[in-house]
């Protein structure tokens, strides 16, 4: 079965919107959507994101716009464990199956679809290929996911922590202190 979604959110911290269009198939994920951000500077982003089978990133391509600078761009990609960022291998992310794209709710599903977090109880910690906004350092990031109650799951990483409602197709409805999906 496939699930198309259109989402957008109120993303808190940036004091901005992201808008995105979800494509769920059974076992993989497709979308492509824009971020407006104000803080720490007005900024554009525009993404495209693909995963294989069980959820796993394949690519990650981002553009970033805004006034003070040139357009950024980001190819970031993921063959068996071992990622590359414009053509660059990133060795210290060997391993990692899923990207996050800071600020954006989307990217919290793949781990939580993956696993069925939203749904089932289990714990599971991740290496995640993190991605900065709006300067588009990657970094590596350990994250775990922690089922609460269903369509509840607890995100963390290092000292934060937050507890995120998610749909029942498992996208995030609300990241608290983040972002809110809106109506």
């Not at 939203?118 to 350092?137: C, I, K, N, R, Y």
Request: proline share 7%.
């Amino acid at each position: 079965m496939i699930t198309a979604i259109g989402s957008t959110w109120e993303v808190l911290e940036s004091r901005g919107y992201e808008t995105s269009w979800i494509t769920i198939g059974d076992r993989t994920l497709k979308a492509h959507g824009r971020v407006v951000g104000t803080v720490p500077q007005p900024y554009w982003i525009t993404y495209e994101l693909t995963t294989g089978d069980a959820f796993v990133t394949e690519r990650l391509r981002v553009t970033v716009e805004s006034p003070s600078a040139e357009p950024r761009e980001l190819d970031l990609r993921q063959d068996n464990g071992h990622w590359t960022a414009n053509g660059r291998h990133l060795p210290e992310l060997d391993g990692a199956l899923d990207c996050d794209l800071g600020l954006s709710p989307l990217t919290n599903a793949m781990p939580v679809l993956r696993h069925r977090l939203h749904q089932v109880p289990g714990e599971q910690e991740f290496l995640m290929a993190w991605v900065s906004v709006p300067d588009l350092t990657v970094r590596p990031s350990r994250q775990t996911y922690t089922h609460l109650a269903p369509a509840r799951v607890r995100y963390s990483a290092g000292d934060f922590r937050s507890d995120l409602t998610f749909d029942r197709d498992g996208v995030v409805l609300e990241y608290p202190g983040l972002a809110r999906r809106l109506p």
